[in-house]
């Protein structure tokens, strides 16, 4: 069973968090983060991205830019920017994204539950980001950033946050400039956080890492380090556990997450349309953009139209939760056999891009002649994200898209 603690957070006063808040430190390079920053002083950018307020051009793994990171950690702390609270507690997260709302709480995870599967992950992880994350949370003794995390649904749980949102007003509440909506509550009663404790404890077998899962990696590798360098050791420590905000998997929404290729691998427009027929109903559709409206059904644009394509029986298999999905049978029928594409993680012929650009993003790149051709899919379910996981299997690379994205800064998980 999941063991999820409540803590004392590090938080803004409500009157400057929406400008302290930002977006992952992960979905922007340096020059977007320095333009997001701009004219905001305590924008937690400074402290995620620190190579900002650093010279032009620095490495942004090296030590200036990790001492600079705690500069500004103390700094904000010091001038009031991040408190405290007294007591440990959970928070309620709510984002709003097209008139949607999901409604997550906030707690420590434990490291231990990472080790032992009882926190499941669904993509592999890369070692040099998981040391970046490491490194930064070393030089800090802080979990910065949430992970986004989800659990099978509990209605006791639910009931809690309905009960406290319906009757308590928000301390914070804002609009970001994506137009979307955060709201944030701390839950002060001492009753209602043991029994929210004592509920993911004895109601919720399993935690899933939905993003996040560098973060996560380095957070629990971090445990095992702290745990070795105290002799004392005793694990309840904060280091024992990181910060995630978690989310019942009914509220949840994965968005289409897309593929465009650079080159037809030597074929002709119609060498690719003959080809595709082999696994595929293909069907042209015209120049208005189309979107896959169903599973094992995608669209592709090429030389200015755009094509459905439904997968024939035999290419994929709906008893495999690998096999069924649609980002499979795209590199079993398309990727690997047609355009030569052996490798999603290394090969520079092909680019993602997440659905929240919509698929005119897609036209976009092919039209200009950056990509030659594009692939639209439909987006994975939280159920097929649960299965996949549950079986110890891995997802493809770039199968999953969630929106909105974790503001961060809102609250910090310190490891002492």
């Not at 808040?21 to 905001?40: F, H, I, Q, T």
């Not at 910065?144 to 509440?173: L, R, T």
Request: a negative charge; glycine letters at 6%; charged letters at 25%.
């Amino acid at each position: 069973m999941a063991k999820i603690k409540p803590f004392k957070g590090l938080r803004p006063p409500k009157d400057i968090v929406e400008s302290l808040a930002c977006l992952p430190y992960d979905v922007m390079n340096s020059e977007e983060a320095a333009r997001m920053a701009e004219g905001k002083e305590n924008s937690l950018l400074h402290i995620t991205r620190a190579e900002i307020d650093c010279p032009a051009g620095i490495d942004i793994h090296s030590e200036e830019v990790y001492n600079k990171s705690v500069e500004n950690f103390n700094r904000f702390q010091e001038k009031g920017w991040l408190k405290q609270d007294n007591a440990d507690k959970y928070y309620i997260y709510a984002q709003t994204m097209n008139g949607r709302t999901q409604y997550g709480i906030v707690g420590a995870a434990s490291c231990e539950d990472y080790h032992t599967g009882v926190i499941k992950k669904h993509e592999l992880t890369r070692p040099d980001k998981e040391e970046d994350r490491m490194v930064l949370t070393r030089y800090l003794n802080a979990n910065i950033e949430p992970v986004f995390f989800s659990y099978k649904a509990v209605p006791e749980i639910d009931q809690i946050v309905s009960s406290i949102v319906d009757n308590q007003e928000p301390e914070y509440s804002f609009v970001a400039e994506d137009g979307f909506g955060h709201q944030f509550w701390p839950i002060n009663e001492a009753g209602v956080n043991q029994q929210i404790e004592e509920l993911f404890a004895t109601k919720v077998e399993a935690t899933y890492v939905a993003d996040g899962h560098h973060r996560t990696a380095a957070a629990a590798r971090i445990g095992v380090e702290k745990k070795a360098q105290n002799p004392n050791h005793t694990g309840e420590e904060s280091y024992n556990y990181f910060m995630a905000v978690h989310f019942p998997d009914n509220q949840l929404q994965i968005i289409d997450y897309n593929r465009v290729v650079k080159d037809l691998n030597g074929l002709s427009k119609d060498d690719l349309l003959a080809r595709l027929s082999d696994g595929f109903e293909v069907d042209k559709m015209g120049a208005e953009i189309y979107k896959p409206s169903s599973l094992h059904e995608m669209s592709m644009y090429l030389d200015g139209a755009w094509y459905k394509l439904v997968a024939k029986k035999g290419t994929y298999n709906d008893n495999d939760p690998i096999g069924v999905l649609d980002v499979t049978i795209l590199s079993s029928q398309v990727l690997e056999p047609i355009l030569d594409i052996q490798d999603l993680r290394t090969s520079t012929r092909i680019d993602f891009v997440g659905g929240i650009r919509g698929l005119g993003e897609l036209q976009k790149r092919v039209d200009q002649g950056e990509m030659k051709v594009a692939f639209a899919l439909y987006p994975v379910s939280m159920q097929q994200l649960i299965d996949i996981a549950d079986s110890g299997n891995i997802m493809p690379p770039k199968t999953t898209w969630f929106e909105p994205k974790l503001r961060s800064g809102l609250v910090i998980h310190k490891l002492d």
